[in-house]
């Protein structure tokens, strides 16, 4: 950290970071060293201090590699294209679980678009660890944004507490598409899909995975409350 700067004015603390220049840069994309090219500003929001919105500030070195032309290092704290860190993208995808996102963007200062890039990274990674090892115990919700009734469908792996899936309103469908990313074996692999009581979720667990009826549970204090699981043999009981 080199430096940090207090506006009251704008309600925001900025942390000024730089690179010590010692350690050696690397091509984001094929990982080998290259030689530095040139430096540029760039700039994440991070967790709020002190209710202040909390701005990191780094020049960030570019490098020249053969193959991929001139690009930044990746940093260790934002993934590559975020304007947000990692920590303050995982602080919105936990209350996105928890409330709608008209709920979340509005204290958090966040439009639609920012909140739907965060959910869009985190359920990249949440596929890249669903091929390490297939989900068994998914968690469906339905989010809503604004006055617009826009309903998005919400997939979570429960034992990993990762997002996994987003797809368009709410309709069988909507579910259908995370289960036509999976194949047949992976759905028999399915222990437990906890939802509220929806129709159209109920229908696509039918549709698709095989001992539906003994495998949804019912989140009957609805998705506000988190949702814990006791499991006794094949039953899953939630409260
Ligand atoms: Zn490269």
Not at 7 to 26: D, M, P, R, T, Y
Not at 73 to 80: F, G, H, L
Not at 117 to 142: C, H, M, S, T
Not at 194 to 203: E, L, Q, V, W
Request: glycine content about 6%; aromatic content about 8%; some cysteine.
């Amino acid at each position: 950290m080199s430096g940090v700067a207090l506006s009251l004015q704008a309600q925001q603390v900025k942390v000024f970071i730089e690179h010590n220049g010692k350690k050696g840069c690397q091509c984001r994309v094929c990982a080998k060293p290259c030689p530095g090219y040139d430096h540029m500003t760039q700039k994440w929001r991070h967790l709020d201090t002190c209710q202040f919105q909390t701005i990191l500030v780094a020049s960030v070195p570019r490098v020249q590699c053969p193959e991929h032309k001139v690009l930044a290092i990746d940093v260790p704290w934002a993934e590559s294209g975020s304007r947000y860190t990692a920590l303050f993208e995982a602080w919105v995808i936990d209350w996105l679980k928890e409330a709608t996102i008209k709920a979340v963007a509005r204290p958090m200062k966040l439009s639609w678009n920012a909140i739907d890039g965060i959910g869009q990274r985190a359920v990249r990674r949440g596929l890249a660890r669903r091929d390490a090892q297939p989900p068994k115990r998914l968690a469906v919700d339905e989010t809503s944004f604004q006055k617009h009734h826009e309903y998005v469908t919400v997939v979570t792996d429960h034992d990993k507490g990762v997002v996994i899936h987003v797809a368009d309103e709410r309709k069988s469908d909507s579910l259908n598409e995370y289960f036509d990313t999976l194949p047949d074996d992976l759905k028999k692999g399915i222990e437990c899909v906890t939802m509220d009581r929806s129709k159209a979720y109920i229908k696509s667990v039918r549709q698709n995975v095989p001992q539906a009826d003994q495998k949804i549970a019912f989140d009957k204090f609805g998705h506000a409350l988190k949702i814990m699981y006791t499991s006794v043999g094949n039953v899953y009981i939630c409260w």
